[in-house]
């Protein structure tokens, strides 16, 4: 363990300079909200694909009707 730690103290690191580290977060914060809207977009399509396919393979709806069903969900 104390060999480990002993190495770790030679890696060389960079640090960012303190405009770096105070424009960082206004960059990064829009990349985030995007990754959580998407994320969001997965799951309402993610659970009506899995709606639609169970009452596809139910045979409840067919193609055409599966189209009414989401239409005013897109």
Request: proline share 5%; aromatic share 6%; net charge positive.
């Amino acid at each position: 363990l104390f060999t480990i730690a002993k190495e770790l103290l030679t890696i060389k690191a960079v640090c960012p300079s303190g405009v770096a580290l105070k424009l960082f977060p206004e960059r990064v914060e829009p990349l985030f909200r995007c990754i959580e809207s998407n994320m969001e977009q997965f799951l309402t399509l993610a659970a009506i694909c899995d709606a639609l396919l169970l009452k596809l393979l139910l045979e409840e709806i067919r193609v055409r009707d599966a189209k009414r069903f989401v239409g005013p969900v897109i």
